[in-house]
């Protein structure tokens, strides 16, 4: 009896070690997104903007990021971004 007992909590502590092991070797994915907003102006203002489109552009990139909040992830502008992999940009059509 004593012997079961002295084994499950072996077997407890090693499933515990080995999963924190793993959880800590396991890379993070970015919880940023970026949003190129002055790339998606200028192609926009191509053949010349007006006000509505400006408010269609704005309600899509508002569309496209409120998915991105609702999953926890912060959203910045491209303009503030250094370095970051090619998956944090996000698209906005």
């Known amino acids: 009896m004593k012997k079961s007992i002295l084994w499950t909590v072996l077997a407890i502590f090693g499933g515990t070690a080995g999963g924190y092991l793993a959880?800590?070797?396991?890379?993070?994915p970015a919880?940023?997104?970026v949003v190129d907003?002055?790339?998606l102006i200028k192609s926009s203002t191509v053949n010349g903007q007006t006000e509505a489109d400006a408010?269609?552009?704005t309600a899509r990139i508002?569309?496209?990021t409120a998915k991105l909040v609702a999953q926890g992830m912060i959203v910045i502008?491209?303009?503030s971004v250094i370095d970051a992999p090619e998956e944090a940009y996000v698209a906005v059509e």
């Not at 959880?23 to 993070?28: C, E, F, I, L, P």
């Open 23 to 28: 959880a800590s070797q396991t890379a993070v």
């Open 62 to 64: 508002k569309a496209a």
């Open 37 to 39: 907003i002055q790339s």
């Open 77 to 79: 502008d491209s303009q």
């Open 31 to 33: 919880q940023l997104a």
């Open 55 to 57: 408010k269609a552009l």
